[in-house]
């Protein structure tokens, strides 16, 4: 575990752990080879992570906080595996993507295979509320990837429009990754819409800080090519910020990478992002989302989970990876 609000649920997390590997068992061979590849290439686990601190930190004691742990796991590993066929990646956390090794077929269907081994285990939860949250969360990402597929290639999409799609794709999950821990520890009205606010406003910076990176960070840090934004003619917010401010040079030479996927420019295309403001306005409303997301974890009695989920806030925005 790399930083210290892990540490506060260590024995939990191994145990998320342990639940992941036990329940990628299949009778096809391939389905364990691949999903256990993808599963033990790394990441983050950060949704997973907001699940238990989220139950802790409404006093919960129980154990199906793992089970829920677990389900967001498989969901969030699915999508990666669909991701990855949509955009054509090569390498994801430093290796290669499971779509360059196997084929997009075998990508896939292992990824249907992990979507229905989570709603398996939702099911064994039993909990409604905590299945109709998770039910929602998933139908919303998918809108919100076929949303991004319809602005690829698109320099006219507006911020709002972008902020509408990051909001469905990818802070959907942060928010029912923490919302669910809370209706599963009993939380009360306030801070069940507390916890669920906050893990919207995470995952908005999250998702703001990885446009960020895919301009000025490095492939060794993130584990992916840089530029891979432009490359697949994602317009991101750093993007739409440069053409709508940036002189009329600038605004040209982002749209044409835009329109062709001009990789070759990227060095240009940062400079001009720079220049123009873009990389300073999007950590600004990075910064502004996570102001809201502390504003949010006020509603919460103190506690090590509490200060747990607060460190989540700094290291989100201050990452390099």
């Known amino acids: 575990m790399k930083h210290p609000f892990y540490s506060v649920v260590a024995e939990d997390f191994a145990a998320v752990n342990k639940l992941i590997v036990n329940n990628l068992t299949s009778n096809i061979p391939l389905v ?16 997973p992570l ?18 829920l742990a677990t389900v967001i796991e498989f969901l969030h590993t699915a999508m990666l595996l669909h991701d990855d066929v949509v955009d054509a990646s090569e390498l994801r ?7 360059a090794i196997w084929g997009n077929p075998a990508s896939v269907l292992v990824g249907d295979f992990l979507h229905s081994r989570a709603f398996q285990m939702m099911v064994e939860i039993g909990n409604m509320r905590v299945m109709e949250i998770l039910s929602y969360a998933t139908n919303v990402i998918s809108e919100g990837e076929v949303q991004q597929l319809n602005n690829i290639r698109n320099p006219d999409i ?30 009360g009205d306030k801070q069940e819409q507390a916890l669920k606010n906050y893990g919207l406003h995470l995952g908005l910076s999250f998702q703001l800080i990885d446009d960020v990176l895919d301009y000025e960070g490095s492939t060794l840090d993130l584990g992916k090519n840089i530029g891979d934004d432009l490359a697949e003619g994602k317009v991101t917010l750093p993007l739409i ?19 062709h996927c001009r990789k070759c420019n990227l060095q240009q295309v940062i400079e001009a992002v720079r220049d123009s403001g873009g ?19 006020e509603e919460l009695p103190t506690s090590s989970y509490h200060d747990a989920m607060k460190q989540m806030v700094s290291f989100a925005v201050n990452r390099r990876y």
């Open 50 to 67: 907001l699940v238990l601190l989220s139950a802790k930190s409404c006093g919960y004691s129980q154990s199906a906080h793992i089970n």
């Open 93 to 99: 956390r430093g290796r290669q993507t499971v779509n």
């Open 158 to 187: 507006t911020e709002e429009e972008y902020m509408e799609v990051i909001t469905r794709k990818t802070a959907m999950l942060f928010q029912a990754s923490s919302h669910s821990g809370a209706v599963l520890a009993g939380a």
């Open 279 to 297: 990389i300073d306005y999007t950590r600004q409303t990075a910064d502004d989302e996570l102001k809201k997301a502390e504003l949010c974890l």
């Open 32 to 47: 364990e080879e691949v999903s256990s590849y993808l599963i033990n290439s790394g990441g983050k686990r950060l949704r």
């Open 241 to 259: 910020y440069s053409m709508q401010n940036g002189t009329a040079a600038q605004r040209n030479l982002i749209c044409d990478a835009v329109l």
